[in-house]
């Protein structure tokens, strides 16, 4: 057994370029939805029909997802290669998949290629890109590593996967800075993926701990740490929700007033146990704040005239 596991390294020792399939897996796909779906709440919001934009569509898809999320992914493994050595070390970088400093290289041209696609899609989408990929560098790359804080780092996830595609959905389509009630959507949801994210951060507890993350529910403890995300996630679903109806969408408001319901109804179940239901309330309630974004943008977007 031990001779076949040395065979199986030694290619690996000798790799001298990443292989599509590593690149592919350093840039986690599936971490591309949640600006994706931003990105397109952005686009309903302004009423624009989108069989008109397509080409802006995937354009902007493309560029939530693969480019500018793509590349937080690539940045955050670069330099947590010596922390994911000791704790995943099957992933690209460790596991010599990405050998040698093919990893940061990743990182700085797909950080160059979203800035140069972002710019030909114009200056407003540029400056959102160049916002969120300066977030994603200080979020994992000293001296500032915005991840060891979870105020902070949640922060700053929090606006690339909310505030920023959404933002830049609604430019998109129409070319100017998006009106008051869109940018205001997209502020209160981007302050609610705060809660969204310390959630995530219970599947590592132990591990932050040991390694010096100051996330919140290591700040905090696990059950202050959920109730202040509950409290996070709500408070901007009820402004949004004073909001719909302060702009006369009663429709709209009533479903978000059905899905925040339903949310603390089952924010009880997870403040009951909050380390071991953090990813059930992930799958139940999360989905339900995912699909009031939606609700939401539908209700504004009748105010376009379109």
Same mark, same amino acid.
């Given at each position: 057994?031990?001779?076949?596991? !040395?065979?199986?390294? =030694? ?19 599936? !971490? ?8 397109? *709440? ?5 009423? /624009? ?7 802006? &569509? ?10 500018? %999320? ?39 041209? *797909? ?9 030909? @899609?114009?200056?407003? !989408? ?12 200080? +979020? ?15 922060? =700053?996830?929090?606006? *690339? ?8 959905? =609604? ?17 209160? +949801? ?25 996330? @919140?529910?290591? /700040? ?9 995300? %509950?409290?996070?996630?709500? @408070?901007? /679903? ?5 909001? @719909? &109806? +302060? ?15 339903? /949310? ?13 239901? =953090? ?7 999360? !989905?339900? +704040? ?17």
């Amino acid at each position: 057994m031990a001779e076949a596991g !040395t065979g199986a390294r =030694a290619p690996m020792a000798l790799r001298v370029r990443p292989e599509a399939s590593a690149v592919i897996e350093l840039l986690k796909p599936i !971490t591309w939805f949640a600006p994706m779906w931003a990105f397109g *709440c952005g686009i309903v919001s302004t009423g /624009q029909p989108i069989s008109d934009h397509l080409v802006v &569509l995937l354009a902007g898809i493309v560029l939530a997802g693969p480019l500018v %999320c793509g590349t937080s992914q690539a940045v955050n493994d670069w330099y947590d290669r010596h922390v994911d050595a000791i704790n995943e070390p099957n992933r690209p970088i460790p596991s010599g998949r990405i050998p040698g400093r093919w990893g940061l290289g990743i990182a700085v041209t *797909c950080t160059f290629l979203s800035l140069v696609f972002a710019a030909m @899609l114009g200056p407003l !989408t540029l400056a959102a890109a160049a916002v969120g990929l300066a977030l994603a560098w200080a +979020y994992s790359a000293p001296p500032l590593r915005l991840k060891l804080n979870g105020w902070w780092g949640n922060a =700053a996830v929090a606006a *690339c996967y909310e505030g920023l595609p959404w933002f830049t959905g =609604a430019v998109l389509v129409t070319g100017a800075v998006p009106s008051t009630e869109i940018l205001a959507l997209a502020m209160l +949801y981007s302050i609610g993926a705060h809660g969204i994210m310390t959630l995530n951060d219970f599947k590592a507890i132990e591990g932050d701990r040991q390694l010096g993350v100051a996330s @919140l529910p290591v /700040q905090l403890g696990p059950e202050l740490a959920a109730k202040v995300a %509950c409290i996070v996630m709500g @408070l901007p /679903q009820l402004a949004v929700l004073a909001l @719909l &109806l +302060y702009l006369g969408l009663f429709a709209g408001s009533a479903i978000i007033a059905v899905f925040l319901l339903a /949310q603390l109804v089952l924010m009880r179940r997870l403040l009951a146990d909050p380390r071991a239901n =953090a990813p059930w309330y992930n799958a139940t309630g999360t !989905t339900l +704040y995912v699909l009031g974004m939606l609700a939401s943008a539908l209700a504004v977007a009748t105010l376009s005239g379109v």
